[in-house]
């Protein structure tokens, strides 16, 4: 089977630097959490992964681009997973937030 399409479901610290080494590989990504407030911080943290990536991987700015462009992000975990080839879950380790997340997502 060949995977085109990642999803990681949690965008903190670990779920971000997941997904942009994974889009930087060449998949798409879609990124998911629980609301656009979520969906902000993980942007924002991504973006630092860009720097970083330029500055200790010596990626040129085509591949940032090119990276970027792989990533999506999405707040509705059913929309995220349609044809996804594989999901990963980087939602930090709280019942309550796995629950709200993944158990019952329009809960929130």
Known sequence: MTMKKIVVAGGGTLGSQIAYQTAFSGFDVTLYDINDGAISAAKSRMATWDQAYAHEVHATPEQIQ????????????????????????????????????IINPNRN
Do not use: F, H
Not at 74 to 97: F, N, Q
């Open 66 to 101: 090119a990276t970027n462009a792989r990533l999506t992000y999405e707040t509705d975990l059913g929309v995220a997973v349609t044809d996804a080839d594989l999901v990963i879950e980087a939602i930090p380790e709280v019942v309550d937030i796995k629950a709200n997340s």
